[in-house]
């Protein structure tokens, strides 16, 4: 399944599909949640609120 599938079955409320860009995305979340060196944990759960925001509300 190419990106846009993925994204799309996301989009429309297919979990796995959601969990699938989640985990593709992780090390970039993860990445952006460092700060000084330490991962901030709430950080990173926010990020992941506005990964799945964005999903829903991208616009085919």
Same mark, same amino acid.
């Given at each position: 399944?190419?990106?846009k599938e993925l *994204?799309?079955?996301a989009k429309f409320g297919d979990r796995t599909a959601t969990t699938e860009l989640?985990? +593709?995305y992780q090390p970039l979340? *993860?990445?952006e949640s460092i700060i000084d060196?330490? *991962?901030d944990e709430d +950080?990173?759960?926010e990020l992941c609120i506005?990964?799945?925001r964005?999903?829903?509300r991208f616009d085919p």
């Open positions: 399944m190419n990106f *994204l799309l079955q989640l985990m +593709l979340l *993860l990445k060196g330490i *991962l +950080l990173y759960q506005v990964f799945m964005c999903i829903d």
